[in-house]
């Protein structure tokens, strides 16, 4: 059988989503906890790649195993999320069809980056302070991003991937009660690729650059030109959307 996880985590303690030798990840401690309770190796394939420090909400994985209605066991979810750190909360277990593939079969993906003007003494290890930002001028830039497809400025160097062309379907910031949230929803993100596009709407935010300018980074295909990362403690993976519902 194949299962799909729908999940929440902290990325604070980890080192990403991705299991790396000798480091701690949230794919490597569910793959753990998986392996005690079903009492054979069960590795799992994560829809995509979070970088250290980056959080995630509705997260979702398969795996597969012989053990049949896991996704009916309460008591196998509730001895699974006791296994697990604090920081990783498995919500739900799914059934699914054989071939369905959390990874390949995901079709749009939603990151929210949180920023707060003020200062919030429960909040502030999971936003980014920030003040002063002109909401108007990152709109503006930020509705840009659909134009284009290639984001090679924005993307980490050196990583394995054989494109950086991305089809993002929309980029907005909106403002609530001292939070500044912007949201962008794409096919596909480049490792480092959200944490670079805020850190350089942050420059247009504070005048630095124009939305022209940032337009012009876009089209100049090199890291160099953009702006710095922004922190990872606020960039959530929000939503992941699949073709089917399970």
Not at 35 to 54: C, F, P, Y
Not at 126 to 151: G, M, S, V
Not at 224 to 240: C, H, M, N, V, W
Request: aromatic share 12%; proline share 3%.
């Amino acid at each position: 059988m194949r299962y799909f996880l729908v999940l929440d985590y902290n990325g604070s303690p980890f080192c990403g989503w991705q299991r790396q030798p000798g480091q701690d990840s949230v794919q490597e401690r569910i793959e753990r906890a998986l392996s005690t309770l079903l009492k054979t190796d069960t590795e799992i394939t994560g829809a995509g790649r979070t970088d250290t420090g980056v959080h995630a909400r509705n997260y979702v994985a398969h795996f597969d195993s012989e053990v049949e209605n896991l996704h009916t066991n309460a008591d196998f979810l509730y001895k699974l999320n006791c296994i697990l750190p604090f920081d990783i909360n498995i919500q739900r277990i799914a059934l699914v069809h054989p071939e369905a593939h959390a990874r390949f079969d995901a079709t749009r993906r939603t990151y929210k980056y949180y920023v707060t003007t003020r200062k919030d003494v429960f909040r502030y290890r999971l936003t980014h302070r920030a003040k002063n930002l002109d909401i108007e001028k990152i709109n503006a830039a930020a509705a840009k991003l659909p134009e284009y497809t290639d984001f090679t400025s924005f993307s980490k160097l050196n990583t394995d991937v054989k494109t950086n062309n991305c089809t993002v379907f929309e980029a907005f910031w909106t403002e609530t009660d001292g939070e500044l949230v912007f949201t962008i929803t794409a096919n596909r993100f480049l490792r480092n690729m959200v944490r670079a596009i805020v850190g350089t709407l942050f420059e247009v935010g504070y005048g630095k650059i124009t939305t022209d300018d940032f337009c012009r980074i876009i089209e100049a295909k090199d890291r160099g030109r953009a702006g710095t990362s922004a922190p990872a403690q606020a960039l959530f993976l929000e939503k992941i959307e699949y073709p089917y519902s399970f």
